[in-house]
């Protein structure tokens, strides 16, 4: 798919998040399992297959101590030590994306500072901005420069935030931005997700919006948002939820991901095109069952039209249908002129 159609087709994209579930101890068992995650994102569908770009000097403060729900998930590291471990050697973005074309499946990673823009950007052709990134001013500068489209993920942000991005983008001369719901929570319940947002945050920016999910469930989010209008999702993936890391616990497996992508093309037959019309699949019946103003009995030139004796609102079936309901005034009382 083009990625310049997202948002004006009825093919929603699917980014499968790969996040820091690539990581696996050694150069040579993190490449085999990056690229093992981008087989399964391609074999159940997937759009594109999403990384994250980031190094610990650039995202927290030295003394940022221990985050309290990764401590909670078993992860007791201070927050830099442990980004430190996750970030991606810059050498393996291209061998990756190289080997997402191989595989037919858009390469995409979301960078943290611009210099992790600058390593990415060469490699992908959409830019992804993290929730906690909708702030970062440079950042938000730098890929407005690439001219390239972006999404922008809004979890834990307020509506002024959002503003903020939105014009900050726009005003230098952004790509298409496409915004994206997101719950701050690692899984999300589901009473958090507050998918009634996703058209509310198109109508007040008149841009696409997608859901970037962190809920456990494979299809009910992703569903509904949908059914909302959602332009694209995106969902955390991985081989086994018993794998070590902080991303794997509430992640899909490969066949939850192959399931995910099942509803959501179904979920985009049957949102249709939001135009309320009479269907090719209606016409038959329409025809058929809609009522009209039809005679009961043969009625000759100068006959009282008597509404219940010689004519009724009923349904044609297979007959020639008569005029529209709202007529029956005008004609009962009146003779028939042939």
């Not at 981008?38 to 940022?64: E, L």
């Not at 471990?85 to 595989?103: G, H, T």
């Not at 993290?130 to 999404?151: C, G």
Request: charged fraction near 25%.
């Amino acid at each position: 798919m083009n990625i310049h159609e997202i948002g004006k087709t009825n093919h929603v994209w699917i980014i499968a998040e790969a996040g820091s579930n690539w990581r696996m101890g050694t150069p040579e068992r993190d490449l085999g399992m990056a690229k093992a995650l981008i087989d399964v994102a391609a074999q159940a569908g997937c759009d594109a297959v999403k990384f994250q770009t980031y190094r610990a000097h650039t995202v927290y403060v030295p003394n940022a101590g221990e985050s309290d729900y990764l401590a909670e998930a078993g992860f007791r590291a201070s927050i830099p030590d442990i980004f430190r471990d996750l970030s991606m050697p810059y050498e393996m973005i291209p061998l990756l994306a190289e080997y997402c074309k191989k595989k037919k499946i858009e390469f995409m990673s979301s960078p943290f500072s611009v210099s992790d823009l600058e390593a990415v950007d060469p490699y992908v052709r959409i830019h992804k901005i993290a929730s906690y990134e909708i702030n970062h001013v440079r950042l938000l500068e730098a890929v407005a420069k690439t001219k390239k489209p972006v999404f922008v993920s809004t979890g834990a942000s307020r509506l002024e935030d959002i503003e903020f991005a939105v014009h900050f983008l726009k005003e230098r001369g952004s790509g298409q931005v496409y915004l994206m719901q997101c719950t701050a929570k690692y899984p999300a319940p589901p009473e958090s997700l507050n998918l009634a947002v996703i058209p509310e945050l198109y109508k007040k920016f008149n841009l696409p919006v997608g859901l970037s999910d962190h809920s456990r469930h494979p299809v009910y989010a992703p569903v509904a948002s949908v059914a909302l209008g959602a332009c694209a999702i995106e969902k955390h993936f991985t081989l086994d939820n018993r794998l070590p890391g902080p991303d794997h616990p509430f992640a899909l497996t490969p066949s939850e991901l192959a399931e995910l992508v099942q509803a959501v093309r179904s979920s985009e037959k049957l949102r249709g095109s939001g135009e309320k019309k009479v269907s090719q699949w209606e016409e038959e019946l329409r025809q058929f069952a809609h009522r009209a103003l039809q005679a009961l009995v043969p009625i000759k030139k100068g006959d009282l039209f008597r509404e219940g004796i010689n004519f009724d609102i009923l349904r044609p079936g297979k007959q020639r249908q008569g005029a529209h309901p709202r007529f029956v005034e005008k004609v009962s009382g009146k003779h028939a002129l042939r």
